[in-house]
């Protein structure tokens, strides 16, 4: 059975993840609007990987574990590995679509994140599950307000 440190590790994985996947959309991506918001949304990535990371060592979990380092790690070795389909549609610059592999990504997280909060038996590890889920049910919803701002003109566009 996993343990804590293995839940918040599986998290700050798939936060560096998909930290590198927007840093790599936005050095292949061919228009400068599509650049930054990559940029940003790499960004957001990072941020919750560092606050995840703060939120580990604190109660109620107090959990003996260098998140930080182990950020440091993953960013050191992690090699992005964007399939040669989504390279394409990262290449092409359509935010809509990249955003459509982003929210999959983000829902694939989630959806581990239940599951193993289904299938753990100690508590703390089930409610840390289940708070990471929600995590990323926000993401989505970022991702979401993304795709809806699409439609705005730029300067109506929500910051994010």
């Not at 508590?123 to 289940?130: D, G, N, Y």
Request: hydrophobic share 40%.
């Amino acid at each position: 059975m996993p343990t804590t440190i293995d839940a918040v590790k599986r998290a700050l994985y798939n936060e560096v993840r998909s930290q590198e996947f927007y840093r790599l959309a936005a050095e292949v991506a061919n228009r400068d609007d599509t650049r930054v918001l990559f940029l940003e949304l790499g960004d957001l990535e990072g941020d919750h990987a560092r606050q995840l990371a703060d939120r580990v060592t604190e109660p109620p979990l107090n959990l003996d574990f260098d998140a930080h380092a182990y950020i440091d790690e993953l960013e050191e070795s992690i090699t992005p590995t964007v399939p040669p389909e989504e390279q394409k549609v990262v290449r092409s610059g359509n935010v809509r679509e990249v955003l459509k592999m982003a929210k999959r990504m983000e829902v694939e997280a989630r959806e581990n994140y239940r599951d193993l909060a289904r299938r753990s038996p100690e508590p703390e590890l089930k409610a840390f599950c289940q708070e990471l889920a929600a995590l990323e049910d926000g993401h989505i919803d970022e991702i979401r307000k993304l795709e809806l701002s699409l439609d705005m003109a730029e300067e109506a566009r929500p910051a994010l």
